[in-house]
């Protein structure tokens, strides 16, 4: 006989289904669970190595190192690209910054090599990866 899958398990498919997307709110597995349940979930996902946790309420895909055994924040585009999605996800009106304007329009040669963006809203959040830190401008 079959058991019906657990909350965690539907939550695990979901993130699976949904291979374009880097970042993940828990408003997105409302459907599945109360609210408290599905922060257990997700909050059991992050001690499994599953996800990581980028700010309140915001949950990245992850890998774990072959070399730490820790997890890694899987996103193409890397925590700026991870936390850009955030943003978005979160509703969020926001746009490069001037010396990341400059940098892709060939004004300037500098790098821009720290996560910073322009918000153009309100925004009181942290969001954080390890020692990275996402930068708001206003």
Do not use: C, H
């Not at 997890?71 to 700026?80: A, K």
């Not at 304007?101 to 942290?126: D, H, I, L």
């Amino acid at each position: 006989m079959l058991r019906p899958k657990t909350l965690r398990e539907k939550i695990e498919r979901r993130i699976a289904q949904k291979a374009a997307e880097d970042v993940f709110l828990p408003r997105e597995f409302a459907d599945l669970g109360g609210e408290d349940q599905v922060l257990r979930a997700l909050r059991g996902l992050v001690r499994d190595k599953r996800l990581v946790r980028l700010g309140y309420g915001v949950y990245g895909r992850a890998v774990v190192s072959r070399l730490s055994g820790e997890p890694l924040l899987y996103s193409p585009n890397g925590f700026t690209g991870a936390a850009r999605q955030a943003l978005t996800k979160l509703g969020v009106p926001w746009e490069p910054t001037e010396a990341e304007r400059a940098y892709n329009e060939g004004r300037s040669t500098q790098v821009p090599v720290n996560p910073v963006v322009r918000v153009k809203g309100r925004f009181s959040r942290q969001l954080r990866y390890g020692d990275t830190e996402l930068v708001i401008e206003r």
